[in-house]
């Protein structure tokens, strides 16, 4: 990963936005987040989480949270919080029992220094639940980007012209047993509404797709190119 996005162009865009789940993809994006947590994490109320690039969202977890972000504003109303880049978590080793990082936080990051901190602030049995936009989505399909093990995308996203990574399914998993993790459970959504997208370029219209999610998700070679994936891990040593 020789080429950088600009962190300070993502911090200035995140504190200028706080309504990011503004349209029906997003709002199902954020839908389906939070049920495949509510239905996965099961948190002890003494245990300690870090919410890694979080924006403010407690997602209704519970345990005693910390929130992580770069854009300072997101964390305004949060208590217990660090202001930071999640490639350089400013906590001990073996910290946390829980790591939450969804919201595709990750295609902001260099996915190999994220994960190796994660290992490092995670303890040992400690679950990671990790989500974001692979290269194997049916939106890139026929492009250079299409299941490429790591690329830079530009969108235009509220209305302003948006640069991150995505990555291929594979890479990331491989990064994730590289690091002492197994992978428990995946869970992935926007599966036929990301044919949609690539044939029309229309969020509004693709998400009108997404309740075939429910259909469509037993079936592997058509599930695994879906727009977004989550992970549920856990740290093995």
């Not at 594979?170 to 509404?193: A, C, M, R, V």
Request: aromatic share 14%; proline share 1%.
């Amino acid at each position: 990963m020789n080429e950088k996005l600009d962190l300070v162009e993502i911090e200035k865009f995140y504190n200028e936005h706080e309504a990011i789940w503004y349209d029906n993809w997003y709002r199902y994006t954020n839908k389906s987040i939070e049920l495949f947590l509510k239905n996965n994490c099961s948190f002890n109320n003494d245990d300690i989480i870090l919410n890694a690039g979080s924006g403010g969202n407690t997602y209704g977890l519970s345990g005693h949270t910390i929130h992580m972000d770069i854009a300072e504003k997101t964390l305004s109303r949060i208590s217990d919080k660090i202001i930071g880049n999640i490639e350089n978590i400013p906590m001990r080793d073996n910290y946390f029992d829980h790591i939450v990082c969804v919201g595709s936080v990750i295609n902001y990051c260099d996915a190999n220094k994220v994960i190796s901190e994660f290992e490092r602030v995670l303890k040992v049995k400690g679950t990671l639940y990790l989500e974001f936009e692979p290269s194997d989505s049916f939106e890139y399909f026929g492009s250079n980007k299409y299941k490429k093990s790591v690329s830079i995308i530009e969108t235009d996203y509220l209305k302003t012209r948006h640069s991150n990574w995505i990555f291929s399914i594979k890479y990331i998993e491989n990064i994730l047993k590289s690091q002492g993790f197994q992978i428990d459970t995946k869970y992935q959504f926007h599966i036929i509404s990301s044919i949609i997208l690539r044939i029309t370029n229309n969020y509004d219209l693709a998400a009108k797709f997404t309740g075939v999610d429910k259909i469509v998700r037993f079936f592997p070679g058509i599930r695994n190119c879906s727009s977004n994936i989550i992970l549920k891990c856990t740290k093995i040593h």
